[in-house]
C-alpha cells in the first residue's frame, strides 16, 4: 500500500511525508498487532507518487452479505474518487474493538483513518477524532436523527456522522408460539416468563431435552449493559445516572435484576450468564430457544436474512418490540457511525470516505440489501425500502417510542469504568454471588467514586 503526503485540513499544518511500506504491509493489515507496529514507525523509505490509500477500522465478523455489501460500496467509492481503501478488522465485541481503537488512537497511530465508533465512544475518543463540520455541509448533518448528532457532538465537536441504527429487540418463534396456543409475541416481562416456560415444558416433553424459553445477552460485557439497561428502565429504575445524580441504588431496579437472576437456570441456560450476542444466536439458529432478545442488526434480523444458510430457524421466526416492564418499554440504542482520527496524514479524503459510508444513497442500498438501519429518517419514507424489508418501520417506531441511551455522555471518558462496574454488579446477581440489594447499593458508592457525582 503507498500513501502519498501533501493533503491537509484547511488551516491545518502540512503533513509530514508518509511512509511507503513494502511488502507484506497488505497482509500485515491484516492482524491488527501488525497495524499497531506500523502505525508507529517513522519514514525510513522512499516516497513515491501514487493514489492516497486510506485505512478503514470497521467490524468483519459479520455476515456475508453485509461484508459483500461493504466490499461493493468501497470499490464504488474508489470508482467515484480514486481514493482506495484498506479494511482492518474490528476484534469480536464492543469492549475489545474500543480497547484497540483506544490504544491506536492515544498512542498518535497514523492509520486507520477512519474509525467505525459505537454510540457510546463519541465522549470516549473525541480528542483523538476531527471535528467534522468543516468538512461536512450542514445540510448532510441536518438529514440524520438530531439526537444521534447530538450523541455524537462532544464539545461543540462532531466527532462521527450516523450510519447506522440498531436497538434490542425480541425474535420469536411463530411455529412454537402458535404450537402453544399463542397469538402475539409476550407484552410484558412476567408474560414473557410464563410463555417461555410452557414452550420449553412442551418441547422438552416432546423430545428436545436442551431446548430452552429464552435466551439472551448475560455475560460480564457491555452485552450484559445493555440488556440490564433494558430491564431496568421498563421496571421504572431509570438509566443508572441521570441528571448528573447515580440513580441505580433504588427498589425498582433491584427488582428487575432479581427478575432477570430468576430466568437463569430456570428458563435461560445456566450458561446464559456467559453469553455474548454470538452465543444466544447459535443457540437460536439451531432452533433450541422459542425466544431471543438480540440486536435489530443481528444478521439474521430481517426477511433477507431469514434465509441465512445453516439456520434451522429460518421461516420461523418474527421479531417484535422488547416486553414491557411496569413503566414502559424501553430498548437500548445501539449502532455507529464513522469518525476520522485526527492523526490521519489525509483528513480531507478520509472525510470523503465518511461522508460517503453515510450517504443517503449509500445507506439505502445498504438498508435494501442487509440489516443496516438508516439514520436519516426521510429514507424511511422510501416505499420500496419498506416493501423490503417491513422490519425497518417496527424498529423505528421502537427507536422512536422506547429508545434508551446509556450513561455514555454522562460519563464522557469514564464510561468503561461506570459500564464496567455496572455490568459487573448486575452479573453477580445473575450468578448468585450477590444479592440485588447490596449489588446495587455497592454499585452507588463504586459509581460516585468513578464519576465523582452525587448518588440519590
Ligand atoms: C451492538 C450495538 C452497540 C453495542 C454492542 C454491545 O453492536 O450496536 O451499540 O455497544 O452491541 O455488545
Not at 470499490?75 to 481503501?85: A, D, H, L, W
Amino acid at each position: 500500500m503507498v500513501r502519498t503526503g501533501g493533503t491537509s485540513a484547511a488551516g491545518q499544518s502540512p503533513q509530514p511525508a508518509p511512509c511507503v511500506l513494502r511488502l507484506g504491509r497488505r497482509s500485515a493489515l491484516k492482524r491488527l498487532g501488525g497495524l499497531a507496529l506500523l502505525a508507529g514507525q517513522g519514514c525510513r523509505t522512499s516516497v513515491q507518487p501514487a493514489a492516497v490509500t486510506l485505512v478503514l477500522g470497521d467490524q468483519t465478523w459479520l455476515d456475508d452479505q453485509f461484508q459483500d455489501r461493504r466490499h461493493e460500496e468501497l470499490n464504488q467509492f474508489t470508482k467515484e474518487t480514486g481514493i482506495r481503501v484498506e479494511l482492518v478488522p474490528a476484534p469480536e465485541g464492543a469492549d475489545d474493538t474500543l480497547t484497540t481503537w483506544r490504544n491506536l488512537l492515544e498512542s498518535g497511530a497514523r492509520i486507520p483513518d477512519v474509525y467505525a465508533i459505537d454510540v457510546i465512544w463519541p465522549g470516549i475518543l473525541a480528542d483523538n477524532l476531527l471535528d467534522l463540520k468543516p468538512y461536512v455541509p450542514e445540510v448532510e448533518i441536518a438529514a440524520h436523527l438530531p439526537e444521534l448528532i447530538a450523541n455524537n457532538t462532544v464539545a461543540g465537536k462532531l466527532v462521527a456522522l450516523p450510519c447506522l441504527i440498531d436497538i434490542g429487540l425480541l425474535f420469536y418463534r411463530t411455529d412454537l408460539l402458535s404450537r402453544y396456543g399463542y397469538h402475539s409475541p409476550p407484552q410484558s416481562w412476567r408474560e414473557l416468563e410464563e410463555m417461555a416456560r410452557r414452550i420449553q415444558t412442551g418441547e422438552r416433553a416432546r423430545g428436545q431435552k436442551d431446548f430452552w424459553g429464552f435466551v439472551w445477552e448475560g455475560a460480564p460485557s457491555e452485552s450484559l449493559t445493555c440488556n440490564a439497561l433494558e430491564w431496568q428502565v421498563s421496571e421504572g429504575g431509570g438509566a443508572i445516572i441521570e441528571d448528573d445524580v447515580i440513580t441505580v441504588n433504588n427498589p425498582r431496579s433491584v427488582q428487575a435484576w432479581a427478575s432477570a437472576a430468576r430466568w437463569v437456570g430456570a428458563v435461560s441456560p445456566p450458561g446464559v450468564v456467559a453469553y455474548k450476542e454470538w452465543d444466544a444466536d447459535n443457540i437460536w439458529r439451531t432452533g433450541r430457544a422459542a425466544l431471543m432478545r438480540n440486536w435489530s442488526t443481528s444478521h439474521f434480523g430481517t426477511p433477507v436474512h431469514k434465509s441465512v444458510n445453516g439456520s434451522l430457524t429460518k421461516d420461523k421466526f418474527d421479531v417484535a418490540s422488547l416486553p414491557r416492564g411496569r413503566a414502559r418499554f424501553a430498548t437500548t440504542v445501539g449502532g455507529r457511525g464513522y469518525g476520522v482520527s485526527r492523526h490521519s496524514l489525509h483528513p480531507r479524503e478520509a472525510s470523503t470516505l465518511v461522508r460517503f459510508l453515510c450517504r443517503p444513497d449509500v445507506q439505502l442500498a445498504r438498508s435494501r440489501k442487509t440489516w443496516g438501519t438508516p439514520t436519516i429518517p426521510a429514507l424511511y419514507s422510501d416505499a420500496d425500502l419498506i416493501a423490503a424489508n417491513p422490519y425497518f418501520s417496527t424498529i423505528l417506531k421502537a427507536y422512536s417510542n422506547g429508545g434508551v441511551l446509556r450513561p455514555s455522555t454522562t460519563a464522557g471518558k469514564n464510561y468503561p469504568e461506570v459500564s464496567h462496574a455496572y455490568f459487573e454488579a448486575v452479573h453477580a446477581v445473575l450468578a448468585g454471588r450477590k444479592t440485588p440489594a447490596s449489588a446495587a447499593f455497592d454499585l452507588r458508592t463504586e459509581l460516585m467514586q468513578i464519576t465523582g457525582l452525587k448518588g440519590a
